[in-house]
């Protein structure tokens, strides 16, 4: 069964710095996606980045980009610049390629982030 | 963009009650999820849905059962509420890679 660890509950990080959330994740198959998902105070959960794990180039978004490691089974996101509005709590998710009962999301505990002015 | 809804933000019942929650998509999505949030645990899965009529249990069903007889709405039943499932219910829908999540109830059983 896969599964999806993060390690570090909370984090702070002042305003305008950079921040890096880890996430490792343990899975026998060669193909899978990799997320990074937020959650603000509303509780919406709003979707930052996908990683495709056939793909080498690590992907980005604005000020979002993740560190995927393949081997290593790691998929840490970097938060550049960080602004207040990223107070959040972040949660790695992991979703099979395979269809039926495996075509689900599996989470990890999250990290709530808090940036500070 | 898809939105999907669910009825209550927030939820306080007794223990003992039998409790809809309900869950709404607008967008003709095949597949529906619920999921129970909890601190220190992340999100678990506790039904899905890929169909109308048809479901699958997840990780945690035990204490739940599941209802979608309209593809845009799948609703999440508790028999006998417990102070055990007092959490934060979110539900989902896909199509591909994007899901799209409720904003959560918040229920509180006493």
Redesign the interface.
């Known amino acids: 069964a896969q599964t999806?660890t993060?390690s570090q509950?909370e984090m702070s990080v002042q305003e305008a710095e950079t921040v890096t959330l880890s996430c490792t994740y343990d899975t026998s198959e060669s193909n899978y996606?990799l997320f990074w998902y937020k959650q603000p105070p509303?509780?919406?959960?709003i979707?930052v980045i996908?990683q495709e794990a056939y793909k080498q180039q690590n992907a980005t978004e604005n000020r979002f980009s993740v560190n995927f490691q393949k081997a290593a089974k790691s998929f840490s996101l970097k938060i550049s610049d960080s602004q207040l509005g990223d107070t959040a709590m972040y949660?790695c998710a992991f979703?099979s390629v395979n269809g039926g009962?495996t075509?689900?999301?599996?989470?990890?505990?999250?990290t709530l982030l808090a940036v500070q002015p | 963009d898809v939105k999907v809804t669910q009825s209550s933000r927030y939820l306080v019942k007794r223990t003992g009650e039998k409790v809809f929650l309900e869950c709404v998509q607008d967008m003709d999505h095949e597949?529906m999820?619920w999921?129970r949030q909890d601190p220190?645990?992340?999100?678990?899965?506790i039904y899905?849905s890929?169909d109308v009529k048809m479901k699958?249990k997840?990780d945690i069903p035990e204490g739940y059962s599941v209802s979608r007889e309209k593809k845009e709405r799948f609703s999440l039943i508790l028999e006998s509420a417990s102070t055990n499932q007092t959490s934060?219910y979110?539900c989902?829908s896909r199509v591909g890679?994007g899901?799209t999540?409720g904003?959560?109830t918040r229920l509180t059983v006493v």
């Open positions: 999806v993060q509950p996606y509303s509780r919406q959960m979707l996908r949660f979703r009962a075509n689900k999301l599996i989470f990890g505990t999250g | 597949n999820f999921y220190g645990l992340g999100l678990r899965l899905f890929y699958e997840g934060m979110l989902a890679d899901y999540f904003s959560g």
